[in-house]
C-alpha cells in the first residue's frame, strides 16, 4: 500500500473546467469553504462540528480493509435481489407521480437499467490457502425507480424496520453506485466539486465515480438459461471494475492506460435516501499537475465543475464536505491505510 504521508503544507492543486481547458495553473490556497457540517455517528469518527448534516452521515456495509483484488470479488446476480414492490397501493403510485413530475421539468431524463445492491456475503477461498473472498449480492433497477424511492421525499416510508439491511431496503431501488480514491503518483487524492446542475449533492465534493452499467455487458434483463446465466455473471463481476475505471477516465481524463487495476475496498451507504456504493482504490502514474491538464479534456463536464488533489491531509479536512456514501468511502480508505500500516 501507499507509503506514510509526508507533512507538503498548503499545495493543493486546483483546475476549473470553466477556464475553457487552458493551461491548469495552480491555487496555493485550501480548497475554498463550503457551508455543509456534520456530525459523527457511531459508525464513523470526525471532529465535533457546529450543526449536523443529516447528508453527511453513513454507514458501512462492508468494509475489506485489506483490499481485494478482482479475482477475490464475486458477484451473485439473480431477480430474487431485485426490488419488492410496495404493499401500500398509493405509495407505489407515487414512483410514477414522481417520475412524471420529473419528466415535465426534463424530458430528457431517460429510465437507463441499474444494478441493484441487495447484500453480499463473505467466504474463503478454499483452493488459494483460505483467501477471504466477497459475493457481491445483484439485481436489477432503473431510474425511474430511483427517483421514485431513494430521491422521493417519501422516501422514508418505503423503509422496512430491520436490523437487516437488505430487509430495511427491500422496497428501495438502492442502484449500487461506484467511487474511486484515486492516488497520484505524488501522493495526492482526486477530489470533484460537483456542479449545480446535478439533482444529487450538487456542490458537494466527491470521490470520481457514478455507476457499472448493466447495459455495457450487453444486460437489458434477466435471463433464464444457466449456461447464458453462468456467462453472464462472469460479464457482470468484470463490470464492476471495469465500470469504475471507465468513470475515473470520463470524470477526469486520466487515461486507463495511467491506472493501476482497482482494489475493492468496501461498502458504503448514505443515511439520508440509503443509497449505497461500492468504493475502490486506485493508483495513478501521473502527477497531480498532469491530472489537473487531463481534466480540461474529459469527456464528462457536466456532473463535476472543479477538480482538486489533495493530499492526505487536506482530505482529512474536506471529508466533513462529502455526501454521506463518499464519507463512508473516505473512512473505508482510512481503514485500508491502517491495516497496511500507514497513518
Known amino acids: 500500500m501507499s507509503q506514510a504521508p509526508t507533512t507538503v503544507g498548503p499545495s493543493t492543486s486546483f483546475f476549473s473546467k470553466a477556464s475553457g481547458g487552458r493551461r491548469p495553473s495552480l491555487d496555493t490556497s485550501p480548497p475554498p ?8 455517528l457511531h459508525r464513523r469518527r470526525s471532529m465535533a462540528t457546529a450543526a449536523e448534516d443529516p447528508g453527511t452521515t453513513y454507514k458501512l456495509l462492508l468494509s475489506c480493509p485489506a483490499g481485494l483484488p478482482r479475482s477475490r470479488v464475486s458477484v451473485k446476480f439473480d431477480p430474487s435481489f431485485d426490488r419488492i414492490p410496495h404493499p401500500d397501493a398509493s405509495l407505489e403510485a ?7 413530475q420529473r419528466l415535465q421539468q426534463n424530458p430528457s431524463l431517460y429510465s437507463g437499467t441499474k444494478f441493484r445492491y441487495g447484500g453480499h456475503a463473505s467466504h474463503h477461498n478454499d483452493e488459494s ?11 436489477l433497477t432503473d431510474y425511474r425507480t430511483f427517483v421514485g424511492t431513494n430521491l422521493s421525499p417519501l422516501w422514508e416510508k418505503f423503509l422496512v424496520s430491520s436490523e437487516d439491511d437488505s430487509v430495511c431496503c427491500q422496497h428501495m431501488s438502492n442502484p449500487l453506485g461506484n467511487g474511486a480514491i484515486v492516488e497520484t503518483s505524488d501522493e495526492k487524492i482526486i477530489v470533484l466539486q460537483r456542479s449545480n446542475n446535478v439533482g444529487e449533492s450538487p456542490g458537494y465534493y466527491v470521490f470520481p465515480g457514478g455507476h ?13 438459461d444457466v449456461e447464458d446465466v453462468a456467462h453472464l455473471i462472469e460479464r457482470v463481476s468484470d463490470e464492476m471494475f471495469d465500470g469504475i475505471i471507465r468513470e475515473v477516465v470520463e470524470e477526469t481524463g486520466v487515461p486507463a492506460s495511467s491506472l493501476s487495476e482497482p482494489i475493492f475496498i468496501g461498502v458504503s451507504r448514505r443515511e439520508v435516501n440509503v443509497r449505497p456504493a461500492a468504493f475502490f482504490f486506485v493508483r495513478c502514474n501521473v502527477d497531480s499537475n498532469t491530472v489537473a491538464e487531463l481534466y480540461s479534456r474529459a469527456q464528462d463536464g457536466y456532473e463535476s465543475t472543479k477538480l482538486y488533489a489533495v493530499s492526505k491531509e487536506e482530505l482529512r479536512e474536506m471529508n466533513q ?6 464519507q463512508g468511502g473516505f473512512a473505508l480508505y482510512e481503514l485500508m491505510r491502517k ?3 500507514n497513518s
Not at 94 to 100: A, F, G, L
Not at 129 to 139: F, R, T, W
Open 212 to 224: 457499472s452499467e448493466p447495459q455495457e455487458v450487453g444486460i437489458l434483463a434477466h435471463q433464464n
Open 339 to 341: 491495516a497496511a500500516g
Open 321 to 326: 464536505r462529502l455526501p454521506g456514501c463518499h
Open 94 to 100: 407515487s414512483i410514477d407521480e414522481i417520475w412524471n
Open 33 to 40: 469553504p463550503f457551508p455543509l457540517t456534520s456530525s459523527s
Open 129 to 139: 490457502n483460505q483467501e477471504y473472498c466477497v459475493s457481491l449480492h445483484l439485481g
